[in-house]
């Protein structure tokens, strides 16, 4: 009987021995550098290239040259960090001020997150803001010649204006406005393309000159508006339309957002008492700037 124990014994030692060395064999086998008692393993490597854009991972993860490329950089980091511990680096009060506020940081960029995702804006409140919004979402498909100032003049404005209108005319009698841009235009963008400056929303121009630009037919040319520095002359390629819905739905939804945010964050400050000594910071403004 004790002979038979001790064979069971035996045979029970040599199971675990057996089984700690595959379990170290599985761990050895995912360890793919080792630094000093530090390793990096597959898996923190796959976190790391997790981390990246798909850009980047696309990249390093395209061949085996360009991983192992990804993979020094790694060993380098953790080395520099092993030299930096072992300086003490990181007790410095500098770093420690550093990891302060950077900690601050991730911290404040966490809620931000969590908030974002609470402010959840339905379809109907984007249809109903949409509804009672239209205008401000029109564009307008334009092209321009613009008329500068020409300080050589005897009398500058005199001068361009009546180039100006003589361009406008011109562009409105049927002559070709894409011709008299690459003639005649000193805006030195458009002038190679004829003029065509492509799709403007509103708010681009003074609402005196916006509300005539939005106003045009297909193919009409405006009288020359006035503006700093010269007249510009407009061409409506299109008549004003509304962009794709699924592009202004993105457009109001993160309106709404930031609304939400920014009263969400009006009332926090209102809980929390904020105070703004406004005639300190301007105090301090003078003296940074003297």
Do not use: H
């Not at 995912?30 to 976190?47: F, P, Q, W």
């Not at 520099?80 to 950077?102: H, M, P, S, T, V």
């Not at 804006?121 to 500068?148: G, P």
């Not at 841009?181 to 963008?189: N, P, R």
Request: proline share 2%.
């Amino acid at each position: 009987m004790r002979y038979m124990r001790i064979i069971i014994f035996m045979l029970l030692t040599s199971l675990i021995i057996g089984c700690n060395s595959s379990q170290k064999d599985r761990v050895d086998s995912e360890i793919i550098v080792r630094i000093g008692s530090d390793a990096i393993t597959k898996d923190e490597l796959n976190d790391d290239l997790n981390r990246l854009s798909l850009k980047q991972k696309s990249i390093y993860t395209s061949s085996p040259e360009k991983l192992s490329e990804f993979l020094q950089t790694r060993i380098n980091e953790k080395v520099l960090y092993k030299e930096a511990e072992k300086r003490g680096i990181q007790n410095r009060e500098d770093i420690q001020e550093n990891i302060d506020n950077y900690r601050k940081k991730l911290v404040t960029k966490t809620l931000g997150k969590e908030i974002l995702q609470e402010l959840d804006i339905s379809q109907d409140e984007i249809k109903e803001y949409f509804d009672q919004n239209t205008k401000d979402y029109e564009r307008v498909d334009i092209s321009k010649i613009a008329v500068r100032l020409d300080a050589n003049a005897e009398n500058p404005k005199e001068s361009a204006l009546a180039r100006a209108e003589l361009i406008s005319k011109r562009a409105s009698q049927g002559e070709s406005f894409e011709e008299l841009a690459m003639e005649f235009s000193d805006d030195v963008v458009t002038k190679k393309k004829g003029g065509k400056v492509g799709f403007i929303s509103r708010g681009r121009f003074p609402s005196e000159i916006e509300s005539d630009v939005f106003s045009l037919k297909e193919g009409e040319v405006t009288k020359p508006f006035e503006v700093d520095g010269g007249y510009l002359i407009i061409k409506a390629n299109r008549e004003a339309d509304l962009p794709p819905y699924n592009q202004i739905e993105r457009t109001i939804r993160s309106k709404l957002i930031n609304e939400r945010l920014l009263d969400y964050i009006n009332s926090l400050r209102e809980e929390w008492e904020v105070q703004v000594y406004e005639d300190r910071l301007e105090e301090m403004s003078k003296s940074e700037s003297k």
